[in-house]
């Protein structure tokens, strides 16, 4: 997210030729933020895996901490136990994270130049909105990531990423059941992804507008534009990711029960997002329950944001997007 400054640049050779313009523009912001989500996804993967186990309960690791899990992972099923899933989660992750980044682009202009609507709501606004578009397009592989992470060696019921398609798909009602738990994902998905743009963008206006010797740096593409140095990208990230999850984490822990379906015992309790939440809360409580993994979220958010926002930052300079 480049600073303000460079919106009106990027207008400019529209006049042009608008048409071909916006697709190159789209394209490379699709390709700065399909990197930028592949890069913080592949740095967190083994505490992604250790979450989804702890979320659900797997009965192997149930009665484990996050650091306790993360030890006794590889020694049941190897070192590369951690990164489970992970295979699913790239296929998933680029268009995810080009999407969202790019909606977030296109929905802030928009609200800005359309709607009217400026100032710090229009990031909260344009991030929900960009966080729900990412969602709707890549749920479905979101799924089947889920079901492949929470496997463990010897007790496989899927062999793949094509296979677990093929047996969702025909034992647990077609298409329908790719989008279990898709309404806790949404309304979860637009606090978190509104909250993290609007903390990031927050931060970043606010340093360059009042510390811009100490916490900016002329941008690669244009030196009249100034951009967050590196370690205050990764600063202001960081804090935006521990925000965001900390107000939708219960929303993630019945997205992740849902999304499990058939796999966990009690199934036919998680039905839906009230049912669900309520279910958790009055087998495991609050702590033991709704917020269940939540050291292990703020240990993989932080570094997970920081890295987005980050590289995302470094690929719109690289791109020539500022």
Same mark, same amino acid.
């Given at each position: 997210?480049?600073?303000?400054?460079?919106?009106?640049?990027?207008?400019?050779? %529209?006049?042009?030729?608008?048409?071909? /313009?916006?697709? *190159? $523009?789209?394209? +490379?912001?699709?390709?700065?933020?399909?990197?930028?989500?592949?890069?913080?996804?592949?740095?967190?993967?083994?505490?992604?895996?250790?979450?989804?186990?702890? %979320?659900?309960?797997?009965?192997?690791? =149930?009665?484990? !901490?996050?650091?306790?899990?993360?030890?006794?992972?590889p020694k049941k099923e190897g070192f590369l136990g951690l990164y489970k899933g992970n295979g699913a989660m790239m296929v998933r992750i680029f268009p995810y994270g080009a999407i969202q980044f790019m909606a977030f682009d296109n929905y802030k202009k928009f609200l800005s130049t359309k709607l009217g609507i400026s100032g710090h709501i229009h990031r909260l606004m344009a991030g929900s909105l960009a966080g729900m578009t990412a969602v709707i397009c890549t749920y479905p592989l979101d799924v089947i990531r889920a079901r492949l992470a929470f496997q463990v060696t010897g007790e496989h019921r *899927?062999?793949?990423?094509?296979?677990?398609?093929?047996?969702? *798909?025909?034992?647990? !009602? #077609?298409?329908?059941? /790719?989008?279990? !738990?898709?309404?806790?994902?949404?309304?979860?998905?637009?606090? *978190?992804? #509104?909250?993290?743009?609007?903390?990031?963008?927050?931060?970043?206006?606010?340093?360059?507008?009042? /510390?811009?010797?100490?916490?900016?740096?002329?941008?690669?593409?244009?030196?009249?534009?100034?951009?967050?140095?590196?370690?205050?990208?990764?600063?202001?990230?960081?804090?935006?990711?521990?925000?965001? %999850?900390?107000?939708?984490?219960?929303?993630?822990?019945?997205?992740?029960?849902? %999304?499990? #379906?058939?796999?966990?015992?009690?199934?036919? +309790?998680?039905?839906?997002?009230?049912?669900?939440?309520?279910?958790?809360?009055?087998?495991?409580?609050?702590?033991?329950?709704? $917020?269940?993994?939540?050291?292990?979220?703020?240990?993989?958010?932080?570094?997970?944001?920081?890295?987005?926002?980050?590289?995302?930052?470094?690929? =719109?300079?690289?791109?020539?997007?500022?």
């Amino acid at each position: 997210m480049a600073t303000e400054a460079s919106v009106a640049s990027a207008g400019q050779p %529209q006049i042009q030729g608008p048409t071909q /313009f916006d697709l *190159y $523009y789209w394209l +490379r912001s699709f390709v700065a933020g399909g990197v930028a989500g592949c890069c913080a996804k592949t740095t967190i993967a083994p505490l992604d895996r250790v979450k989804i186990l702890l %979320q659900a309960h797997n009965p192997h690791y =149930k009665h484990l !901490g996050v650091f306790a899990t993360l030890r006794a992972v590889p020694k049941k099923e190897g070192f590369l136990g951690l990164y489970k899933g992970n295979g699913a989660m790239m296929v998933r992750i680029f268009p995810y994270g080009a999407i969202q980044f790019m909606a977030f682009d296109n929905y802030k202009k928009f609200l800005s130049t359309k709607l009217g609507i400026s100032g710090h709501i229009h990031r909260l606004m344009a991030g929900s909105l960009a966080g729900m578009t990412a969602v709707i397009c890549t749920y479905p592989l979101d799924v089947i990531r889920a079901r492949l992470a929470f496997q463990v060696t010897g007790e496989h019921r *899927y062999t793949g990423i094509a296979n677990a398609f093929y047996t969702i *798909y025909l034992k647990e !009602g #077609g298409i329908s059941g /790719f989008y279990r !738990g898709l309404t806790p994902t949404i309304i979860g998905m637009a606090p *978190y992804a #509104g909250f993290s743009f609007f903390t990031f963008g927050t931060l970043k206006s606010l340093g360059l507008h009042h /510390f811009p010797e100490l916490l900016g740096k002329p941008s690669l593409d244009n030196p009249d534009v100034l951009v967050l140095k590196t370690h205050v990208n990764l600063l202001c990230g960081g804090i935006a990711g521990a925000i965001a %999850q900390t107000l939708s984490y219960p929303l993630d822990v019945a997205r992740r029960r849902m %999304q499990l #379906g058939a796999v966990l015992p009690d199934s036919d +309790r998680c039905l839906t997002l009230t049912n669900t939440l309520k279910h958790v809360y009055s087998q495991y409580g609050i702590t033991k329950g709704l $917020y269940r993994g939540l050291s292990l979220n703020y240990i993989r958010c932080v570094p997970s944001q920081a890295v987005a926002f980050t590289t995302y930052e470094f690929m =719109k300079q690289v791109l020539h997007l500022n």
